[in-house]
């Protein structure tokens, strides 16, 4: 799966499913402050990423991950270990 | 002591989404029983059950409020914010007042069933998504509605089995009366899935009669075999008459009795003399006698044993004086955790419109049901003072005594 696949898939399920406005999605968004995702909605994103990637998100590699960018390049390299 | 008065009312069932749908199937006489295929497959005795659509909240609510919900919960949330919008309860209203909630539920089946088959297949409880506890415990319905409405009240939910509707209502009525609380949302909901009814129709109480699903569900009648399970949810506003007046609300109807007992007995079987304590309960706390009853709205459920108890004691306490008797579950179905309110609405229904609703499929009495006065047809009829009863599985009885105002 290349960059361009992984960024698309995420978008789409904080759209359809966390149903965070379109608009606010850019690559420097802060998850928290911007996005509004908060603790509960996190349980939700790990269900989204095993269910769409395959794999588990760990929540102590999570932890310096802060905006969009960050958290697609986390999973780029989760994706491609 | 104060009077706890009804303000406002939602219901959404299987004959009616809304309180005018649902008034023109009780005067229609209309069924909302039918057959679910799934349950054969799944292995139940019978397909039977109170068809339920389950509404549509995106777009209504938002996904923080909506994960939350389990099936019933949806239910329970159109129903009351019928009842609130009723009864002239706004945003600005809730925000200024404390308002409670006590809401009968007695299970979230389906999903405490499909986080443990999700956990079976994952082997990771943190696949399981952040709604699963929320829609998992059995307070689902209150935790949840009082999150989305920002209630600061009293807040917990009634679990008693069959009658926890009914308890609820009189409970946030007691609270209403000692002046604890102005405005109470009371009510019940009740899942409709397969996985949340196998274990109730595993005692083989459910109706069989498949060939002709409306004429399943006939309390009362000699050859009733059995419930037909259903549900949805129900919601009243209780509020206090003084309240009420000073907010210029439109008053339906008293609350002027509760009563309650427990047979003290067999865990699934009912009992004649625990029925009429309730019943007598209620009466006294109300004021009246019984000859003042119009009009009985019955637990009577279809099925062989408990029908024939509620027959007996109705019968001892009612048949000097016909009191019309009928039951709704003959066009509802067994509204389960539900029943309580939603009869307490369907009997509210009756007297703002002043009719009986039928007691539908009723054919032919039995030795027990012969005495009562059993409605068949829709009559026309003001009703002043109702009687709605609910008896449990564990032998908890309900009793509410309503007069309109």
């Known amino acids: 799966m290349d960059r361009a696949d992984i960024e698309k898939t995420i978008n789409e399920f904080l759209v359809e499913e966390i149903e965070i406005e379109e608009n606010l999605i850019r690559d420097d968004a802060l998850l928290k402050n911007d996005l509004g995702i908060d603790s509960l909605d996190f349980v939700d994103i790990v269900v989204l990423v095993e269910r769409n990637f395959g794999f588990k998100i760990k929540a102590e590699e999570m932890t310096d991950i802060r905006t969009l960018r960050q958290f697609y390049d986390y999973i780029e390299e989760k994706v491609n270990a | ?405």
């Open chain 2, 1 to 405: 002591m104060k009077r706890a008065v009804i303000t406002g009312i939602g219901i959404y069932s299987c004959i009616g989404k809304n309180v005018d749908e649902v008034t023109e199937s009780l005067r229609a006489g209309r069924s909302g029983i039918g057959i679910d295929p799934v349950r054969t497959e799944y292995g139940y005795r019978s397909p039977l059950t109170g068809i339920v659509e389950r509404p549509v909240l995106k777009g209504v609510l938002e996904r923080r409020a909506r994960v939350g919900l389990a099936e019933e919960g949806e239910y329970a949330y159109v129903a009351t914010a019928q009842a609130m919008q009723d009864a002239g309860i706004d945003e600005d209203f809730l925000r200024e007042h404390e308002i409670g909630i006590f809401y009968g539920n007695d299970s979230s089946a389906k999903a405490v069933i499909e986080a443990h088959t999700t956990c079976m297949e994952k082997k990771d409880t943190t696949l399981l998504g952040s709604g699963a506890i929320f829609q998992s415990m059995n307070s689902t319905v209150t935790m949840n509605l009082a999150t989305i409405f920002h209630l600061k009240g009293v807040n917990m939910t009634i679990s008693a089995a069959c009658a926890s509707g009914s308890h609820a209502i009189g409970l946030g009525a007691m609270f209403v009366r000692q002046g604890m609380q102005d405005v109470v949302i009371c009510g019940g909901a009740q899942e409709v899935n397969y996985l949340c009814m196998g274990s109730f129709d595993g005692l083989g109480v459910f109706s069989l009669r498949t060939g002709d699903p409306t004429a399943a569900s006939r309390p009362f009648d000699r050859d009733r075999d059995g419930l037909v399970p259903s549900g949805g949810a129900a919601t009243l506003i209780v509020e206090s008459y003084e309240h009420a007046v000073r907010r210029g609300a439109h008053i339906y109807a008293e609350i002027l009795g509760y009563g309650f007992s427990s047979n003290g007995g067999n865990i699934s079987q009912a009992d004649p003399a625990g029925s009429r304590r309730a019943i007598l309960r209620a009466v006294e706390d109300a004021g009246i006698r019984l000859s003042d009853i119009d009009y009985i709205n019955a637990h009577a459920t279809s099925t062989p044993h408990g029908d024939a108890c509620e027959a007996e004691a109705l019968a001892s306490l009612f048949a000097e004086y016909r009191t019309p008797v009928s039951s709704t579950k003959s066009m509802t179905g067994h509204e389960c955790w539900m029943a309580g309110a939603s009869e307490a609405v369907y009997t509210l229904l009756m007297m703002q419109h002043g009719f009986m609703a039928p007691n539908i499929n009723f054919e032919h009495p039995d030795t027990w049901s012969e005495p009562l006065n059993i409605v068949t047809r829709t009559s026309e009829k003001n009703l002043d003072i109702c009687l709605s009863n609910s008896f449990g599985f564990g032998g908890t009885n309900s009793a509410l005594i309503i007069k309109k105002l």
